[in-house]
């Protein structure tokens, strides 16, 4: 039996559930945010509680109900507070800025790297050497920080790129000369 997909979700007061058929829509302070349920997966929400089913235990129904549990739960949580994730700098004259809703990346390349916001995503630069990433949607919060890391990843001898707050590079040695 899946552990995760057994617990209940209690919802928190202030925040709207609505299930409509497989769309399970959800409305808190924050924002709103829907989400299409699988066809062999139930959910039921009575009396502030929200309950998710399998009819069997298939495979793929195992991995569905713990996962649509952790998803519904997730977007309970985003609407009630927001998702964030940060980034760290580190290189000589590697630098983040922000100009509007666009993020201005200057990582060593001839040009400088703009990314624009997508809608429900906010970008704040507090020191040009951080970048902070947030939203109410925790899978696109997770996409956009993963996007920007990928335009300039650590490298393992000097450390140099965009790398999580809490992501440990593991260093080489590099050359031995004699």
């Not at 977007?75 to 983040?96: D, T």
Request: aromatic share 4%; no cysteine; net charge positive.
């Amino acid at each position: 039996m899946s552990r995760i997909g057994n617990k209940p979700i209690t919802v928190p007061e202030g925040i709207e559930v609505k299930l409509d058929g497989k769309k399970v829509t959800v409305k808190g302070p924050k924002g709103t945010l829907e989400k299409v349920v699988h066809n062999n997966i139930d959910v039921k929400f009575e009396n502030g509680v929200i309950t998710v089913t399998r009819p069997n235990d298939e495979k793929e129904n195992r991995s569905l109900h713990g996962l649509t549990r952790t998803l519904i739960n997730n977007m309970i949580q985003g609407v009630s507070k927001e998702f964030e994730k940060q980034l760290e700098i580190n290189g000589v004259g590697y630098r983040a800025a922000k100009q509007g809703k666009t993020l201005v990346l200057t990582l060593g390349y001839s040009h400088p790297v703009k990314m624009d916001e997508p809608e429900g995503i906010t970008y704040e630069v507090p020191n040009p050497n951080s970048i902070i990433v947030k939203g109410i949607d925790k899978e696109l919060v997770g996409q956009m920080a993963a996007e920007i890391r990928e335009k300039r990843p650590p490298e393992v001898y000097r450390g140099k790129g965009i790398k999580y707050v809490d992501e440990h590079i593991r260093r080489k040695e590099g050359k031995t000369g004699k």
